[in-house]
């Protein structure tokens, strides 16, 4: 199957610092990346995608960075905000196929 | 414009009995997906639907995993008999198209607990 990967379990951070949450995908052939946020007792949230022509995606106060030569995407949240605090997954897919999702990261955040 | 609604939002059984879910999707979108969410992980797909067409449940537990989607609309999830490890969250999604670059819309989910 499938490995998509988180580098790290738990994240905190303090209110008003920038976070950083990383995440490992196995499949070369993926081209299309997307970062849902999930918060207590509520489903996946899309937060922003990517496709695999490109390196850099910005939405407000959040930037996707893939680096497919090592097969690595990461989000980047600016100021981050104690209603930030959820678990996020990345998850990946190409042409054909289902999205695979990591097992996700527990984001919290210290006011 | 309305979400995903799913219910019931939590469902305790025993071993071998059975359960449903059920899925109401965004209005007008065509594909329909169930994933399982195992504590701790990240949602795994069950079944696809496009309309009321099964495009995808090679990770369907046929032997007690049932879905179906009348009329391209509403879908249930059936677990017959259940089993502890179906212990989970059951997430019912939903996209305008089945193709990649294709956002999809998460309901509530439903959490099911086998004792």
């Known amino acids: 199957g499938e490995s998509v990967g988180l580098h790290l379990p738990t994240l905190s951070v303090q209110e008003g610092d920038n976070s950083i949450i990383n995440c490992a995908y196995s499949?070369?052939?993926?081209?299309?990346f997307i970062w849902y946020k999930q918060e207590s007792g509520k489903g996946p949230q899309f937060i922003i995608d990517?496709?695999?022509?490109?390196d850099k995606r910005q939405g407000q106060r959040v930037t996707v960075l893939l680096n497919k030569t090592v097969k690595h995407l990461s989000l980047q949240i600016a100021a981050t905000q104690p209603g930030d605090s959820a678990v996020y997954f990345c998850a990946e897919t190409f042409p054909g196929n289902q999205f695979y999702f990591g097992t996700g990261t527990s984001l919290t955040v210290i006011p | 414009e309305a979400g995903v609604a799913q219910s019931p939002r939590y469902k305790i059984i025993e071993k071998r009995q059975s359960v449903a879910f059920w899925c109401n999707p965004i209005?007008?979108?065509?594909?329909l997906y169930w994933y399982q969410q195992i504590l701790g992980q990240g949602p795994k797909l069950l079944i696809q639907?496009?309309?009321?067409?099964?495009?995808?449940d090679s990770q369907l537990p046929k032997d007690r995993f049932s879905a179906e989607r009348l009329k391209g609309v509403d879908s249930t999830l059936k677990i017959q008999p259940a089993k502890l490890e179906d212990s989970a969250v059951y997430l019912c999604?939903?996209?305008?198209?089945?193709?990649?670059?294709?956002?999809?819309?998460f309901g509530p989910g439903t959490r099911l607990t086998v004792l």
């Open positions: 209005s007008g979108h065509a594909t």
């Open positions: 990517i496709r695999s022509n490109m």
């Open positions: 499949n070369s052939a993926s081209d299309y």
């Open positions: 639907f496009q309309n009321n067409g099964v495009v995808d």
């Open positions: 999604a939903s996209s305008l198209f089945g193709r990649s670059y294709n956002e999809q819309f």
